[in-house]
């Protein structure tokens, strides 16, 4: 496998920025060339070395590449600026990202400015840290969520501000109060302390304790903010503008505001942009989600498989072998991929990586009773320092194994869990399934067990895997309530083809599938509980998963209900029910560097969120596994009741409170059980502080968070920020909306066109407003627009159920003309008087007395009478229309084939659109269909506003622009 570039040096020269390999300290010189990437963001090879050229006079050390970033005609390099090694693995490094630099790519001055701030935050952040105290966490809490707070933090002590919680005046460093310590710390004081706002908070143990991160040092977690937000706002600039070093690395000297409009110039971009206007805002989200700590890599190991599927002696690039369902940094990377640049392509997955050293005393040698040392934990057990060859000598971190005690037995157990990039996102906007069967929150979590030397081939490897996903249905949740209702949508038939295609994509991967369901049988989840078991069903009698017989197995646990009064030792009775599959299925072994034994099945877990009730479930099922094979080996050991096993624990707890916070912006739920195997009052309260921290995540961080990883993943061009600026929110893009408009279409003409001789030309889907012969309502709504070679027909759908709720059929002769022109109906976004994007057309007719009007699907008479009546109105009308409005165009997942910038404008669309049913009513009028006595007139087109801009802006109510100023301070 060829080498990756493990250091490298970025300087910045007058045509573009420079990357080049260097070997770490004390390894022979490196063998790869230099690149150079120009301030275009193209990549290319450097043809020769100017590393002491006048045009560099700074450089910027980095460990990898994470990829280039694109805002508009804006360009941002991504580095990895500081790493942790977590782990080790057959002798090859694994290394969590815990900070990353991002420099523009716009002028040697610009990136030469970037480098510097870079290094001054990398040189603070050292010695923040070797000012800590010695005490040291197993858990990853410290690291920040990109939904957890998205606010910027102070940080620099030579400067005089105001606190914006407590407005108290001073040195950053130096202020304290009770205010900050509660609200701003996010509970690291005061909750339920036993030390109350004292200057230490929890001890590492209370915080274990209680299910909470056992890192009390704060100056540590307050060294990875980048910008400061307490800065005072000057007359010319609002508070919630950004400073001109979070255009660059959101380094933390604070060199004074910036206005946004004077961002497009320094950065070559649009000054109409929406996405540069925000363009702050997502670096930040940005530089924030990859220094989460919640990011991994290897330079030689391919964490995207398992450990028997790893390919160490192929020639291929590392890249090449990674699965792309774990590949999160596959879009940003592409220009050096594209550009052959192989040996800077560092894949990275998100997720969780933990690994603790163990050791076992035999007790009694007769029996092989052996039991867990007491005086042998994860921090004191007699440890040697042992390097791979690879890593760096100044590194700072070598992989500390146990050396095997005489009387016992050392292990390793190495814990890897792989979030999956389809349908990835944050808890309320990616729930259920998509329509390719991938499931929201799907993480793949491997369980390896080892002896401390890799590569001992006496000891055998043992791996058992385990999968948790969403539930595989499509529906949504509402995050305006801490009770959300459950609201279903689509057909039986679309969800069961979902539902199909999900578990055999799980079945091709991983053989035989268990189902464990763990939501209520009661109340809100009942309902998507019960169509969960019922697909199941209707699947296992169908052929199975394969069509030909293999059964998918399925058991529904109501967690909250048998474990009612925090008994949740009773997880045991589920562990019982799941034991002979667990017991089949087995899990895989490697010996003498060969699988001799393969996992045949997986068990896959689900809750609501696939987070809390999933984690204790998970834990518990790999706490058994892992008491069998060291039993297989002659080794018996009580994870559940000896209290020296808490590594164990606490190590799956962590992996849980990393899973959480990336889908759901804080620590899991239950971490104290997960961790104590007890269940407390006080984690109880401790939950409902974390419940409370989601719930506000939900509602105010995790729309733009949603935008900007959709945006990284490559499934939305930066038109998501044009829209989430208008609308506050982020659409769904794990949808294919192409596939479901067009769905509508053919299932709406299905159902509309009676005569069979009537031929359906085309079809649209188009915004038009909820009441009819009106052209402006609160609320619009997508519909539905045929045009055959006799009528229109205009049809309202019910999108949830996918069925026509009522449509409108008229005849061609009853046109009387078509106008096209603006069509502004707020005036609330940047976007929405935009009169390139705001278009829309309208169909004047006149109603035919002798035909039904409106036809609606109902069976309910008070329906029905309103209806007659409705009716009967619109027949005394002496002319009618409807209005349209033209949808954003947009796409999945833009390709080379069909990219979004060449689909049609919205100005097109109208266009085509209104100059079709012209023709064709046309060609009908000629044809002679019309009764005698009728002028047969062309219809043409007339280009006029519908509603200008001015007339939007009056109809605007002052009460409606003061919630849209207030939500846009709040999310924006």
Same mark, same amino acid.
């Given at each position: 496998?060829?080498?990756?570039?493990?250091?490298?040096?970025?300087?910045?020269?007058?045509?573009?920025?420079?990357?080049?390999?260097?070997?770490?300290?004390?390894?022979?010189?490196?063998? $790869?060339?230099?690149?150079?990437?120009?301030?275009?963001?193209?990549?290319?090879?450097?043809?020769?070395?100017?590393?002491?050229?006048?045009?560099?006079?700074?450089?910027?050390?980095?460990?990898?590449?994470?990829? %280039?970033?694109?805002?508009?005609?804006?360009?941002?390099?991504?580095?990895?600026?500081?790493?942790?090694?977590?782990?080790? %693995?057959?002798?090859?490094?694994?290394?969590?990202?815990?900070?990353?630099?991002?420099?523009?790519?716009?002028?040697?001055?610009?990136?030469?400015?970037?480098?510097?701030?870079?290094?001054?935050?990398?040189?603070?952040?050292?010695?923040?840290?070797?000012?800590?105290?010695?005490?040291?966490?197993?858990?990853?809490?410290?690291?920040?969520?990109?939904?957890?707070? @998205?606010?910027?933090?102070?940080?620099?002590?030579?400067?005089?501000?105001?606190?914006?919680?407590?407005?108290?005046?001073?040195?950053?460093?130096?202020?304290?109060?009770?205010?900050?310590?509660?609200?701003?710390?996010?509970?690291?004081?005061?909750?339920?302390?036993?030390?109350?706002?004292?200057?230490?908070? *929890?001890?590492?143990?209370?915080?274990?304790?209680?299910?909470?991160?056992?890192?009390?040092?704060?100056?540590?977690?307050?060294? #990875?903010?980048?910008?400061?937000?307490?800065?005072?706002?000057?007359?010319?600039?609002?508070?919630?503008?950004?400073?001109?070093?979070?255009?660059?690395?959101?380094?933390?000297?604070?060199?004074?505001?910036?206005?946004?409009?004077?961002?497009?110039?320094?950065?070559?971009?649009?000054?109409?942009?929406?996405?540069?206007?925000?363009?702050?805002?997502?670096?930040?989200?940005?530089?924030?989600?990859?220094?989460?700590?919640?990011?991994?890599?290897?330079?030689?190991?391919?964490?995207?498989?398992?450990?028997?599927?790893?390919?160490?002696?192929?020639?291929?690039?590392?890249?090449?072998?990674?699965?792309?369902?774990? =590949? *999160?940094?596959?879009?940003?990377?592409?220009?050096?991929?594209?550009?052959?640049?192989?040996?800077?392509?560092?894949?990275?997955?998100?997720?969780?990586?933990?690994?603790?050293?163990?050791?076992?005393?035999?007790?009694?040698?007769?029996?092989?009773?052996?039991?867990?040392?007491?005086?042998?934990?994860?921090?004191?057990? $007699?440890?040697?320092?042992?390097?791979?060859? #690879?890593?760096?000598?100044?590194?700072?971190?070598?992989?500390?194994?146990? @050396?095997?005690?005489?009387?016992?037995?050392?292990?390793?157990?190495?814990?890897?869990?792989?979030?999956?990039?389809?349908?990835?996102?944050?808890?309320?906007?990616?729930?259920?399934?998509?329509?390719?069967?991938?499931?929201?929150?799907?993480?793949?979590?491997?369980?390896?067990?080892?002896?401390?030397?890799?590569?001992?081939?006496?000891?055998?490897?043992?791996?058992?895997?385990?999968?948790?996903?969403?539930?595989?249905?499509?529906?949504?949740?509402?995050?305006?309530?801490?009770?959300?209702?459950?609201?279903?949508?689509?057909?039986?038939?679309?969800?069961?083809?979902?539902?199909?295609?999900?578990?055999?994509?799980?079945?091709?991967?991983?053989?035989?599938?268990?189902?464990?369901?763990?939501?209520?049988?009661?109340?809100?989840?009942?309902?998507?509980?019960?169509?969960?078991?019922?697909?199941?069903?209707?699947?296992?009698?169908?052929?199975?998963?394969?069509? $030909?017989?293999?059964?998918?197995?399925?058991?529904?646990?109501?967690?909250?209900?048998?474990?009612?009064?925090?008994?949740?030792?009773?997880?045991?009775?589920?562990?019982?029910?799941?034991?002979?599959?667990?017991?089949?299925?087995?899990?895989?072994?490697?010996?003498?560097?060969?699988?001799?034994?393969?996992?045949?099945?997986?068990?896959?877990?689900?809750?609501?969120?696939?987070?809390?009730?999933?984690?204790?479930?998970?834990?518990?099922?790999?706490?058994?596994?892992?008491?069998?094979?060291?039993?297989?080996?002659?080794?018996?050991?009580?994870?559940?009741?000896?209290?020296?096993?808490? *590594?164990?624990?606490?190590?799956?707890?962590?992996?849980?409170?990393?899973?959480?916070?990336?889908?759901?912006?804080?620590?899991?739920?239950?971490?104290?059980?997960?961790?104590?195997?007890?269940?407390?009052?006080?984690?109880?309260?401790?939950?409902?502080?974390?419940? /409370?921290?989601?719930?506000?995540?939900?509602?105010?961080?995790?729309?733009?968070?949603?935008?900007?990883?959709?945006?990284?993943?490559?499934?939305?061009?930066?038109?998501?920020?044009?829209? =989430?600026?208008?609308?506050?929110?982020?659409?769904?893009?794990?949808?294919?909306?192409?596939?479901?408009?067009?769905?509508?279409?053919?299932?709406?003409?299905?159902?509309?066109?009676?005569?069979?001789?009537?031929?359906?030309?085309?079809?649209?889907?188009?915004?038009?407003?909820?009441?009819?012969?009106?052209?402006?309502?609160?609320?619009?709504?997508?519909?539905?627009?045929?045009?055959?070679?006799?009528?229109?027909?205009?049809?309202?759908?019910?999108?949830?159920?996918?069925?026509?709720?009522?449509?409108?059929?008229?005849?061609?002769? $009853?046109?009387?003309?078509?106008?096209?022109?603006?069509?502004?109906?707020?005036?609330?976004?940047?976007?929405?008087?935009?009169?390139?994007?705001?278009?829309?057309?309208?169909?004047?007719?006149?109603?035919?007395?002798?035909?039904?009007?409106?036809?609606? #699907?109902?069976?309910?008479?008070?329906?029905?009478?309103?209806?007659?009546?409705?009716?009967?109105?619109?027949?005394?009308?002496?002319?009618?229309?409807?209005?349209?409005?033209?949808?954003?165009?947009?796409?999945?997942?833009?390709?080379?084939?069909?990219?979004?910038?060449?689909?049609?404008?919205?100005?097109?669309?109208?266009?085509? %659109?209104?100059?079709?049913?012209?023709?064709?009513?046309?060609? =009908?009028?000629?044809?002679?269909?019309?009764?005698?006595?009728?002028?047969?007139?062309?219809?043409?087109?007339?280009?006029?506003? %519908?509603?200008?801009?001015?007339?939007?802006?009056?109809?605007?109510?002052? /009460?409606?622009?003061?919630?849209?100023?207030?939500?846009?301070?709040?999310?924006?």
């Amino acid at each position: 496998m060829p080498g990756l570039v493990r250091k490298l040096l970025i300087f910045a020269a007058v045509d573009g920025i420079i990357l080049q390999p260097a070997p770490p300290r004390n390894h022979p010189p490196t063998t $790869q060339q230099a690149i150079k990437i120009d301030y275009k963001g193209n990549v290319g090879p450097l043809l020769k070395d100017r590393r002491d050229a006048d045009t560099a006079p700074v450089s910027l050390e980095a460990q990898g590449i994470v990829g %280039i970033l694109k805002i508009a005609t804006s360009f941002f390099l991504i580095t990895i600026s500081s790493r942790e090694q977590v782990a080790q %693995i057959r002798g090859k490094s694994i290394y969590k990202i815990t900070d990353v630099a991002l420099i523009p790519l716009a002028s040697q001055k610009d990136a030469n400015e970037a480098i510097v701030a870079a290094q001054e935050h990398m040189r603070r952040h050292r010695n923040s840290v070797e000012g800590e105290d010695d005490t040291h966490s197993e858990s990853e809490d410290e690291a920040p969520s990109v939904t957890d707070s @998205l606010v910027d933090e102070h940080v620099s002590a030579q400067k005089e501000v105001k606190d914006p919680i407590t407005a108290q005046l001073g040195s950053v460093d130096k202020r304290t109060s009770v205010a900050e310590d509660v609200m701003q710390k996010k509970g690291l004081y005061g909750r339920f302390a036993n030390k109350w706002f004292s200057k230490t908070g *929890w001890s590492a143990d209370s915080r274990r304790s209680q299910g909470l991160s056992s890192d009390e040092d704060l100056t540590r977690k307050n060294a #990875n903010k980048d910008v400061d937000s307490t800065v005072p706002p000057t007359e010319e600039q609002p508070t919630n503008t950004p400073n001109p070093e979070s255009l660059t690395v959101g380094d933390e000297d604070i060199k004074g505001p910036i206005s946004p409009d004077e961002i497009p110039k320094a950065f070559e971009g649009s000054s109409s942009s929406t996405s540069t206007s925000l363009l702050p805002k997502i670096l930040r989200t940005t530089k924030m989600y990859f220094a989460s700590g919640n990011f991994y890599f290897s330079y030689d190991y391919d964490l995207s498989h398992g450990i028997d599927s790893q390919q160490s002696n192929s020639s291929a690039p590392l890249f090449r072998h990674y699965d792309p369902l774990y =590949f *999160w940094n596959q879009h940003i990377i592409s220009p050096f991929i594209n550009a052959g640049q192989t040996s800077f392509v560092l894949p990275i997955i998100q997720g969780f990586v933990g690994q603790r050293p163990f050791s076992i005393k035999i007790v009694d040698s007769r029996d092989n009773s052996v039991m867990i040392d007491p005086d042998a934990t994860p921090d004191d057990i $007699q440890l040697q320092s042992w390097k791979d060859k #690879n890593t760096d000598s100044d590194s700072g971190s070598g992989v500390e194994v146990p @050396l095997e005690p005489s009387n016992g037995k050392a292990f390793l157990l190495t814990l890897i869990s792989r979030r999956s990039t389809k349908r990835a996102g944050l808890r309320y906007l990616r729930r259920g399934v998509d329509d390719e069967g991938h499931a929201a929150n799907s993480v793949e979590t491997e369980q390896i067990l080892s002896s401390p030397n890799w590569d001992s081939f006496d000891e055998k490897c043992f791996s058992f895997t385990q999968y948790r996903g969403s539930i595989p249905l499509f529906f949504s949740q509402s995050p305006y309530s801490l009770k959300p209702q459950v609201n279903t949508w689509g057909s039986p038939e679309t969800n069961a083809q979902a539902f199909k295609e999900h578990f055999a994509d799980l079945t091709s991967r991983y053989g035989s599938i268990y189902c464990t369901s763990l939501v209520d049988k009661h109340a809100t989840e009942a309902k998507i509980g019960n169509a969960y078991e019922s697909h199941t069903r209707r699947l296992n009698s169908e052929g199975g998963i394969d069509g $030909q017989g293999r059964q998918l197995g399925f058991e529904w646990f109501d967690f909250h209900s048998v474990c009612r009064g925090m008994h949740f030792e009773k997880v045991s009775i589920l562990l019982d029910t799941l034991s002979p599959f667990l017991k089949e299925s087995s899990w895989t072994e490697i010996a003498n560097g060969a699988v001799e034994k393969k996992q045949s099945g997986v068990l896959r877990t689900n809750c609501m969120d696939c987070l809390d009730r999933t984690n204790v479930v998970q834990s518990a099922c790999a706490r058994a596994i892992l008491e069998s094979q060291l039993s297989a080996g002659n080794c018996n050991i009580d994870l559940q009741n000896d209290p020296s096993t808490s *590594w164990f624990n606490n190590l799956w707890a962590d992996n849980g409170d990393a899973i959480s916070r990336q889908y759901a912006g804080t620590a899991a739920l239950k971490g104290d059980f997960t961790r104590t195997r007890k269940r407390q009052i006080t984690g109880a309260l401790t939950d409902f502080g974390l419940t /409370l921290t989601r719930y506000y995540n939900n509602i105010v961080n995790d729309y733009f968070a949603q935008a900007v990883i959709d945006y990284l993943l490559g499934r939305a061009t930066d038109s998501i920020f044009s829209e =989430f600026e208008a609308d506050m929110k982020s659409s769904d893009y794990f949808i294919d909306v192409r596939k479901v408009r067009q769905a509508a279409i053919e299932r709406s003409a299905g159902i509309v066109i009676e005569d069979q001789e009537e031929d359906l030309i085309a079809g649209w889907t188009l915004s038009a407003p909820t009441a009819a012969n009106e052209l402006k309502t609160a609320t619009f709504e997508e519909a539905v627009l045929l045009l055959t070679e006799k009528a229109l027909y205009f049809c309202r759908l019910d999108w949830g159920t996918e069925k026509v709720r009522e449509f409108e059929r008229v005849g061609l002769e $009853q046109i009387d003309g078509i106008f096209r022109g603006v069509y502004i109906t707020s005036t609330l976004g940047r976007r929405h008087v935009d009169e390139q994007k705001n278009v829309g057309f309208v169909v004047r007719y006149r109603s035919d007395p002798s035909q039904e009007l409106v036809r609606r #699907n109902t069976r309910s008479l008070e329906s029905e009478e309103k209806h007659q009546s409705t009716t009967k109105k619109a027949e005394e009308e002496a002319g009618r229309f409807l209005a349209f409005k033209a949808l954003p165009p947009r796409s999945t997942l833009p390709s080379a084939t069909s990219p979004e910038s060449s689909a049609e404008s919205e100005v097109d669309v109208v266009k085509n %659109i209104s100059d079709e049913i012209a023709k064709i009513a046309n060609r =009908f009028r000629r044809r002679g269909v019309l009764d005698e006595g009728f002028e047969i007139k062309d219809i043409e087109p007339e280009e006029k506003d %519908i509603i200008s801009a001015a007339d939007a802006r009056k109809s605007t109510g002052y /009460l409606e622009q003061l919630g849209y100023s207030l939500k846009k301070l709040v999310w924006a």
